[in-house]
């Protein structure tokens, strides 16, 4: 009987629990609760206060904050390339963490440390928005917001002491704002020379660690121990203003720092072929580094003279004594009328030794062209005295160290004056009334001095340098910038148009050595004008 009603308890209790399960099953299905409401769907514009601010985490940042621009194109391009992304990254990971455990794990006895697994996971990360900062500056700023539910496969193997254990990373999250600035800004390709990033805030980190099959995280305390621990280290590495920075270029070769100094003394001229028809030359010579953006220099004119003699010193600076190239140009003075070319040449820098005086004597070409039959006619000599300084490795790393450093003003500058550079970068919301081809003038102590012509252009660009070099400093000076739109159309009533103009005291330029703004211009609806000043003294 014990036998029989066992039998009976067991089955009896097997059925039960199948009618349990199918009654459960059918009330779960029919029986509604009354307490569950449909949700109310309403616009945003009428939820309450206290709606919106349980919406709000979710709300993307886009739409909460206007300096913040949308990156779904960018999400969906790591989208596309993480499987590719997913690989290099960890394949450049290892290699950076390799060599780096394998000279660590010495000292504690531990015989190897290994990946079984490294793989970062099918999910991307994503950035619901980036604010792009526009500064004066040769820099780039943004602040991405980044947001990363990964699922990785990271699993390390550790053997010591004959023993094995293994460590694996899983559900990995990442929520992080970042600063990252791109500079300086220069004309080589990647267009930037160093990457700095920074942490306007702590990161939130959350990761899962398995350690012999169990999540240690899952130990009380220890997870918030870890995360304080992670946030804090982080924090004190590359919280702002502390930065993180990675070298793209030399600095002092990407922006074609100067490297040193080349002095030319233009001595004399000899055998000149005159090219007035009723007496004797007006020669003087003009002298320019090639590729260089400032005007040319020019000596004296010698009058009525075809064999003259200057002893005029000048000084350029050398950015690359490798393609660099002198070019003089010597022309006849004409009172009248444009001045007549009487002959021209070249002196390659990587001609030169380094700190060697060097004196040429080089003929007069009618032009560049090698094979130009016309420059067999003698034209007469030009005497030169050359040398090329270069900068030591102390002074090299010294003009590298800030982008916007200021210079010191090459040798010759009078004691106790300098060298006023002004750099017209762009305009902005310029506009004429019958034509907008903007060019800068510039009018300082009685000297003009203009930037090219943009043609059709509101917002041009100009970049381009101009120096003064003074006996003293123009604190009690002023600049007066203006701009100019021109048009060589014919029949044009008004062929030259003022588009503003701006006067710039001087005196905080002296003091501060450098100043970098935006004028709004006077005479102007909108137009603005970015100019950089600089006050270069030989000390």
């Not at 490798?322 to 002196?347: A, R, T």
Request: charged residues 25%.
């Amino acid at each position: 009987m014990g036998f029989i009603g066992s039998i009976l308890g067991f089955f009896g209790f097997g059925m039960g629990i199948v009618i349990g399960l199918v009654i459960g099953y059918f009330l779960f299905i029919y029986v509604l609760p009354t307490d569950v409401k449909h949700p109310d769907i309403q616009p945003l514009a009428e939820q309450d206060t206290e709606s919106l601010q349980r919406l709000l985490p979710e709300i993307p940042l886009w739409v909460k904050n206007p300096d913040y621009d949308r990156l779904d194109w960018l999400n969906k391009m790591i989208e596309l390339m993480w499987p590719y992304l997913d690989k290099a990254i960890c394949k450049t990971a290892k290699g950076i963490i390799d060599p780096i455990i394998a000279e660590q794990i010495p000292p504690y006895k531990i015989e190897s440390v290994e990946f079984q697994s490294f793989t970062l996971g099918t999910l991307p990360p994503t950035f619901p928005g980036m604010k792009v900062y526009i500064t004066e500056e040769k820099e780039l700023i943004m602040e991405p917001v980044i947001k990363w539910a990964a699922n990785p496969n990271i699993t390390i193997a550790v053997k010591a002491f004959g023993l094995k254990a293994t460590a694996q990373v899983i559900d990995l999250q990442i929520f992080a704002s970042p600063r990252i600035t791109l500079k300086p800004l220069v004309p080589t390709f990647p267009c930037f020379a160093n990457i700095y990033v920074s942490l306007m805030e702590k990161p939130h980190v959350d990761f899962g660690l398995k350690l012999l099959g169990a999540d240690a995280m899952s130990i009380p305390g220890l997870y918030r121990f870890v995360q304080e621990i992670i946030k804090d280290q982080v924090a004190n590495m590359y919280l702002w203003p502390k930065t993180l920075e990675v070298q793209i270029l030399d600095p002092s070769i990407a922006m074609k720092r100067p490297v040193g100094i080349l002095n030319v003394t233009v001595v004399k001229a000899m055998k000149l072929k005159k090219t007035d028809l009723l007496g004797l030359s007006d020669p003087y010579v003009k002298l320019k580094m090639v590729d260089e953006k400032l005007s040319s220099k020019k000596t004296a004119v010698k009058h009525k003279n075809l064999n003259p003699e200057w002893n005029e010193e000048f000084s350029f600076v050398v950015k690359d004594p490798e393609i660099q190239v002198l070019k003089f140009s010597v022309y006849d003075w004409e009172q009248v009328g444009s001045h007549e070319k009487m002959g021209v040449n070249i002196v390659p820098l990587k001609d030169l030794t380094p700190d060697e005086p060097k004196v040429l004597t080089l003929d007069l070409l009618k032009n560049l062209k090698p094979d130009d039959v016309q420059n067999e006619k003698a034209r007469g000599q030009l005497v030169l005295e050359v040398m090329y300084k270069a900068f030591n490795d102390e002074e090299l790393a010294n003009g590298a160290d800030e982008s916007n450093k200021v210079e010191k003003a090459p040798d010759g500058t009078p004691d106790g004056g300098g060298m006023l550079v002004v750099i017209v970068h762009e305009g902005q919301d310029l506009e004429g009334k019958h034509h907008t081809n903007p060019s800068v003038r510039m009018l300082f102590r009685g000297e003009e001095k203009r930037t090219k012509v943009v043609k059709k252009n509101r917002d041009p660009r100009w970049e381009e340098e101009f120096q003064f070099v003074l006996e003293e400093p123009p604190v009690n000076d002023r600049i007066h910038v203006e701009v100019v739109s021109t048009s060589k159309r014919m029949g044009l009533r008004h062929p030259k148009e003022a588009l503003g103009y701006v006067d710039i005291y001087l005196a905080d330029v002296v003091n501060n050595k450098r100043i970098n703004e935006r004028y709004h211009l006077i005479d102007s609806k909108n137009g603005r004008l970015q100019i950089e000043l600089q006050w270069r003294t030989a000390s």
